[in-house]
């Protein structure tokens, strides 16, 4: 088991960056996966980047090239530069370890125009 805390959010002008973090209780480093999503008002919950274990990270089409995830020994960050109105959400933090999964309480992410 894992608890997440998730930090960073605010609001921010269209064009402008915001780095996410994701801190868990315990070591990261046996956890398979560890991602973000996220959620807008009337919105389905959406994959906005996962990093596992090795291998490159994945990104949702949306934010490639402008988001970048990364993880540490028990953080996770999503370093996000060049946001837009289309990013305001609420983001959550995931540890995905074999299935069974693990989320954070959310941070809310709002871009004004």
């Known amino acids: 088991q894992v608890q997440l805390v998730e930090s960073g959010g605010g609001l921010v002008q269209a064009g402008g960056s915001l780095n996410l973090s994701c801190s868990a209780d315990?070591?990261?480093?046996?956890?398979?996966?560890m991602g973000w999503y996220r959620q807008a008002p009337g919105k389905e919950r959406e994959r906005v980047a996962t990093?596992?274990?090795?291998?490159p990270p994945n990104y949702a089409d949306s934010v490639k090239g402008r988001f970048t995830i990364s993880r540490g020994e028990n953080t996770v960050y999503l370093q996000m530069n060049n946001l837009n109105p289309e990013d305001t959400a609420v983001y959550y933090c995931i540890a995905d370890n074999y299935g069974r999964a693990y989320w954070g309480q959310g941070t809310q992410v709002t871009v004004s125009s």
């Open positions: 990093i596992g274990r090795y291998g």
């Open positions: 315990r070591n990261i480093f046996s956890i398979n996966v």
